[in-house]
């Protein structure tokens, strides 16, 4: 059975950190996985992704150089580590997997994760 489920989120005040995970089973190998959030009224956007490797890392222009995605693979868990949050970090947070290459479009992925709250304030 496929599955990706995400842990992690929670209330943090503005210049703090979170680490989310997302453990991820029954996926071969050459599966990128992608984090995603939205707000809301937001559409869903890309944050960041690794590659099956974890050779390559993508992040979105918003979190370069604040979030740090990793994957250990013998937990079969990717790891976003998130810091200096803002506000506007404010979001649902989504892990998801596709086969091969990253993509930081929703519509790309296959499989979805349920999602955790990440709220940033103060």
């Known amino acids: 059975q496929l599955q990706l489920v995400e842990s992690g989120g929670d209330l943090v005040q503005p210049g703090g950190s979170l680490r989310l995970s997302c453990a991820a089973s029954?996926?071969?190998?050459?599966?990128?996985i992608g984090w995603f959030r939205q707000a809301p009224g937001k559409d869903r956007e890309g944050v960041s992704c690794?590659?099956?490797?974890?050779?390559?890392?993508n992040y979105a222009d918003s979190v370069k150089g604040r979030f740090t995605i990793s994957r250990d693979f013998a937990k079969n868990t990717v790891y976003l580590q998130m810091s200096s949050l803002k506000p506007e970090d404010t979001a649902v947070y989504y892990c998801a997997a596709r086969i091969m290459m990253c993509s930081n479009r929703p519509e790309e992925y296959n499989y979805w994760g349920q999602g955790t709250q990440v709220t940033v304030s103060s």
């Open positions: 690794i590659s099956s490797s974890g050779g390559i890392t």
């Open positions: 029954g996926f071969p190998l050459g599966t990128a």
